[in-house]
């Protein structure tokens, strides 16, 4: 089945700075998502990104299908953005990969 | 936006009990998921169902586990069974169409002692 690495597998920030996560998949897929899980466990969509580049506020990603990679910047980063980063790819089902844990300090 | 609804956010249970975890999609949606996370591990698929019938599944997903659809709004996870390591949070999530965006639930924390 389809593989995905996510880097890093844990990151710490100092408030307001940026930062970058990958995602690289193994196989083609029409289907790349970002998830953040907050403290309480939800699963939160940040974006539905198959290819391309997409913006919301802080947050940014973008995914070279051909290379099958995508990235997450977070720039000007919140305590509010820490807890753990998945990027989920496949055609279907998607395919979670392990994450990023994120944590900003104040 | 629209929410996948799930009940109930906890569980627990004794090991050896049936457990029935229930979820409400969006309500146009036409397939659904269910997915695991074992605490501090990754989200793991476990099944999905489409059109009245299971479409695909994984190998975690044996015969201790059954989905159905009981009517045009449910759709329930059962664990005929319970054991230790089913312990975990559930997730239910839907799609309108399957290369869309995903909508999951808030999850059940299934605790089984």
């Known amino acids: 089945g389809i593989q995905v690495e996510q880097s890093p597998p844990d990151l710490i920030l100092q408030e307001g700075a940026n930062s970058t996560l990958r995602c690289n998949f193994s196989?083609?897929?029409?289907?790349l998502q970002w998830f953040h899980q907050n403290p309480w466990g939800q699963l939160i969509n940040l974006f539905y990104?198959?290819?391309g580049t997409k913006q919301n506020g802080r947050l940014s990603a973008t995914t070279v299908a051909t290379e099958r990679y995508s990235l997450l910047y977070i720039s000007s980063s919140q305590t509010t953005d820490s807890g753990v980063y998945f990027c989920?790819?496949?055609?279907?089902?998607?395919?979670f990969g392990k994450g990023t844990r994120l944590s900003v300090i104040a | 936006e629209p929410e996948v609804t799930q009940t109930p956010s906890h569980q627990v249970t004794q090991m050896g009990q049936e457990v029935i975890l229930r979820c409400v999609p969006i309500?146009?949606?036409?397939?659904f998921y269910w997915y695991r996370q074992i605490l501090g591990q990754k989200v793991e698929f476990l099944v999905s169902?489409?059109?009245?019938?299971?479409?695909?599944k994984s190998e975690i997903f044996d015969d201790q586990f059954s989905v159905e659809r009981p009517d045009g709004s449910n759709f329930t996870l059962k664990i005929r069974s319970t054991k230790l390591e089913d312990s975990a949070m559930y997730f239910c999530?839907?799609?309108?169409?399957?290369?869309?965006?995903?909508?999951f639930g808030s999850g059940t924390q299934l605790s089984v002692l």
């Open positions: 990104i198959p290819s």
């Open positions: 169902f489409y059109n009245n019938e299971i479409s695909e």
């Open positions: 989920a790819v496949g055609n279907t089902p998607l395919v």
């Open positions: 999530a839907s799609f309108f169409n399957s290369g869309g965006k995903l909508f």
């Open positions: 309500s146009n949606h036409l397939y």
């Open positions: 196989d083609s897929v029409n289907n």
